[in-house]
């Protein structure tokens, strides 16, 4: 599932279920180690979470020792032992690259480029490395792209369906 979104966005999903599944609240230096990066790239994460969360029902808080936990938004007076991740990853797929492509595809068939990267606000270098990784993801499927996107998912009929269900059952069964 991960493989379907942007980088920052896996850093942040793999931060807040390092801290949802932590049995005590943690730290950043523990939240920087998970995610295999510097300590300021995990509280510049930190605070872009923080401020993705406030449309959830869950937020991120940090105590009087300075580690950080999640607590349910409706239930405060209830301590919560885990908070469902689930809507939130939706909405961080929506907001990536290569979801969308795969998307696209899977509605049109094929990706103008050209519309494609206006309409996201992206350049044409960053719609590159996201047809990289998606490719990357494709392979592990023996699926391939079309050299210019205009074919689409290439490969056997069985194994582009198969694909097409584990995406969308991956990412829109649990909501």
């Known amino acids: 599932m991960l493989e379907f979104l942007d980088l920052e966005y896996i850093k942040m999903v793999k931060i807040l279920d390092f801290v949802n599944k932590s049995v005590e609240p943690v730290s950043i230096d523990e ?5 295999k990066t510097v300590r300021k790239t995990a509280n510049t994460l930190l605070v872009l ?4 969360l406030k449309d959830f029902d869950f937020e991120i ?3 009087s020792k300075k580690k950080y936990y999640l607590k349910n938004k409706y239930n405060a007076q209830k301590k919560t032992d885990y908070v469902n991740l689930d809507a939130y ?4 797929g929506k907001r990536s690259i290569v979801f969308s492509m795969v ?4 509605h049109r068939g094929y990706i103008n480029v ?4 206006t309409d996201k606000y992206i350049s044409s270098a960053t719609f590159s490395r996201a047809k990289k990784q998606l490719t990357r993801t494709l392979n592990k499927s023996n699926l391939k792209l079309a050299t210019h996107l205009k074919g689409g998912i290439i490969g056997e009929e069985y194994y582009i369906r198969l ?5 969308f059952n991956t990412f829109y069964n649990s909501i």
């Open 163 to 167: 694909f097409y269900f584990q995406f």
């Open 89 to 92: 990853v939706l909405a961080c």
């Open 114 to 117: 050209t519309k494609f990267c």
């Open 61 to 63: 808080r940090m105590d």
């Open 103 to 106: 998307e696209e595809l899977y």
């Open 49 to 52: 979470i923080k401020s993705e």
């Open 31 to 35: 939240i920087a180690r998970h995610i």
